[in-house]
């Protein structure tokens, strides 16, 4: 089992950066594939990105494409979602969500139910 603690959220202005990071803890990270969602008001949960377990692999949505990176450091057990050129639109709670280890039909994974482990969530929070 592993927990998710995200941290990184804020106020920030249009055009702006952020980078949120979720700690895992145990001692297994490295056999989980990450994946960061987010959920605004009245809205359902939606993908973000993904990161595949050997951390060979990163897939973002198509509305954040070119504009926020998944990475990780396996040393420190830490996920990391920098977002740039940031918009409105990307205001909403941002979850850390882990797939438990076992077998992976697939490097990348994008639907909620594909995890098994979430954060609390960070609130994102952007003015125009």
């Known amino acids: 089992q592993v927990q998710l603690v995200e941290s990184g959220g804020g106020l920030v202005q249009a055009g702006g950066s952020l980078r949120l990071s979720c700690a895992a803890s145990g001692r297994t990270f490295g056999s989980y594939a990450m994946g960061w969602f987010r959920q605004a008001p009245g809205k359902e949960r939606e993908f973000v990105a993904a990161?595949?377990?050997?951390?060979?692999?990163?897939y973002c949505a198509d509305s954040v494409k070119g504009r926020f990176t998944i990475s990780t450091d396996n040393a420190k057990n830490t996920v990391y979602l920098q977002m740039n050129s940031l918009k409105p639109d990307d205001a909403a709670v941002y979850y850390c969500a882990a797939k438990a280890p076992g077998y992976y039909s697939s490097d990348i994974y994008t639907r909620t139910y594909d995890y098994d482990y979430w954060g609390q969530g960070t609130q994102v929070t952007v003015s125009s």
């Open positions: 990161i595949s377990v050997n951390r060979g692999s990163t």
